[in-house]
């Protein structure tokens, strides 16, 4: 019996983190995405309770009053968050979770980890990163279709994040797709084999 | 710069850890073995300094004396032991090394290290055991070579081994010999990754 985890995966804006965390649902059969809550209209073709819950803008912030997200934010003016209900559901389960979030957020998970033992025994938080700040520029210009002033928004965002990486526990400084890939399996793979997180009946 | 790590690998005897060990090495560029001391003669093609440091039975003990040893035992009247210097040079080198060593040898190595920072911070402890004791048992016998009187005290040595796997920091229940590699593998490839052992500089 092994007890499941939290793969949190962070990184500045622009690093590729939803890259590597598509990757890691498709490689691990035990992992899976929270549900989040959002308070954005669906798009044609999602599900409520399945790509996220929608929530009136009360509802979400009621939810908010009762402490019941592991972490939210606004973007854009619509509400994003993480219900700690359904983390917790999923390592009921026995299931590992996959949380891809951004360092703001990623610093409120550790925090509310801290005072759940479930959580906090289940949380690996990894960080990616471009190995520049200039690989990091040539990434955001890459996608050709920000402004200037957008991308220099941007940039100085990921140039403080980028120096939060110390308060994670794995530092992964990015190079090709597959080879991110294979490291983050390798820090899963390993947390999956740690002491404390397993246990042994050897029997007769 | 990444701070190099000891990857120290443990197990019930039998249970295949040289193995591993080999494995280890052939598929890692970064890491070394120790060349470790003994009183036993040197075998046909053996040289002095690369397959064993060859000692003296008083020049071991001095060394004893002098608590030059991160571990040592004596087994069948010859002993056997790792210099801590040995490992420092390494390690001051940027080398990682690894240690094969038994489960009473990985609970002295791990007190040396509790003493000096810079061993501490590099030791990563990985025990390997098979699935159930029937299991080791049978690979006991696989070996044909054994009596039953041999087969017995060896299966009660590991038994009592492999109770102590809690003192590790990972613990790998052995299944294929490629299966078993690739999982310590991830553990060394997750440890060279952590935070703790890696500096970031993004530059501009």
Known sequence: MRSPLILLISAPSGAGKTTVADGMIAATPSLRRVVTCT??????????????????????????????????????????????????ALLEEGQDVLLNIDVQGAARVREEARRDPLLDRALVTVF????????????????????????????EAARSEAARWREFDYLLVSATREQDLARMQAIFTAETLRRD???LHLGE
């Not at 002033?149 to 940039?155: F, K, M």
């Open 39 to 88: 308070t954005r209209p669906p798009r044609a073709g999602e599900v409520d309770g399945r790509d996220y819950h929608f929530l009136e803008v009360a509802e979400f912030a009621a939810r908010v009053e009762r402490d019941e997200f592991l972490e939210h934010a606004t973007v854009y003016g619509k509400s994003y968050g993480t219900l700690k209900r359904s983390v917790v």
């Open 128 to 155: 990616l990163t471009p190995p520049t700040l200039g690989e990091l520029e040539r990434r955001l210009r890459g996608r050709g279709s920000d402004s200037e002033e957008v991308i220099r928004r941007r940039l």
């Open 197 to 199: 997180r397993n246990d």
